[in-house]
T-cell receptor, first 112, second 116 residues
Framework: GAGVSQSPRYKVAKRGQDVALRCDPI?????LFWYQQALGQGPEFLTY????????KSGLPSDRFFAERPEGSVSTLKIQRTQQEDSAVYLC??????????FGPGTRLTVT | AQSVTQLDSQVPVFEEAPVELRCNYS??????LFWYVQYPNQGLQLLLK??????LVKGINGFEAEFNKSQTSFHLRKPSVHISDTAEYFC??????????????FGTGTRLTIIP
């Protein structure tokens, strides 16, 4: 497909488990963003990549959150030792630098 | 730092009536402004954006917004709504020029409900 894809769409994790969320951006898009959207809230910025370089991770809420984009395309957001407050929808977006962001459908994470 | 305030969390409107969704922003630098729509269980879709030039911006699905720098507002309007417009609407601001990181700051959203 031509859009941003994310997998899995839904993830249920027991508290303390590690999870990995995947984002496939639009081909050729240099910039990649991760956002966290809690229930009833707007998305909040987590981290930003330009190609494979992680240029901003100021929004990551704790050192349990880690993101990578090793080849400048697919990105993975990893959450270690999940907590209930991590329950949210995680949105990925990609863009050509300086242009509009295209969002994926998100991964809904529920921590029980 | 930037912030976005969406003054109405829910807006019910009768079908074919006009609607205005309000958005105010705060920023110490020049900004880009956006409106996104989110349908249930879907990602965000761009409705329209203000980058520069004319302060009246037209977007998809008949929506338009007006950038008012003195009032730091970017309200979204549609002259006649349809059932299919029922969704969550988010206003967002991005810094410019800042090529290298165009992260967006979003408001908390306005749920638009169209009443038949």
């Amino acid at each position: 497909g031509a859009g941003v894809s994310q997998s899995p769409r839904y993830k249920v994790a027991k508290r303390g488990q590690d999870v990995a969320l995947r984002c496939d951006p639009i081909s050729g898009h240099v910039s990649l963003f991760w956002y966290q959207q809690a229930l009833g809230q707007g998305p909040e910025f987590l981290t930003y990549f330009q190609n494979e370089a992680q240029l901003d991770k100021s929004g990551l809420p704790s050192d349990r959150f880690f993101a990578e984009r090793p080849e400048g395309s697919v990105s993975t957001l990893k959450i270690q030792r999940t907590q209930q407050e991590d329950s949210a929808v995680y949105l990925c977006a990609s863009s050509l630098a300086g242009n509009e962001q295209y969002f994926g459908p998100g991964t809904r994470l529920t921590v029980t | 730092a930037q912030s976005v305030t969406q003054l109405d969390s829910q807006v019910p409107v009768f079908e074919e009536a006009p609607v205005e969704l309000r958005c105010n922003y705060s920023s110490s630098v020049s900004v880009y402004l956006f409106w996104y729509v989110q349908y249930p269980n879907q990602g965000l879709q761009l409705l329209l954006k203000y980058l520069s030039g004319s302060t009246l911006v037209k977007g998809i699905n008949g929506f338009e917004a007006e950038f008012n720098k003195s009032q730091t507002s970017f309200h979204l309007r549609k002259p006649s709504v349809h059932i299919s417009d029922t969704a969550e609407y988010f206003c967002a601001v991005g810094s410019r020029p800042n090529f290298g990181n165009e992260k967006l700051t979003f408001g908390t959203g306005t749920r638009l409900t169209i009443i038949p």
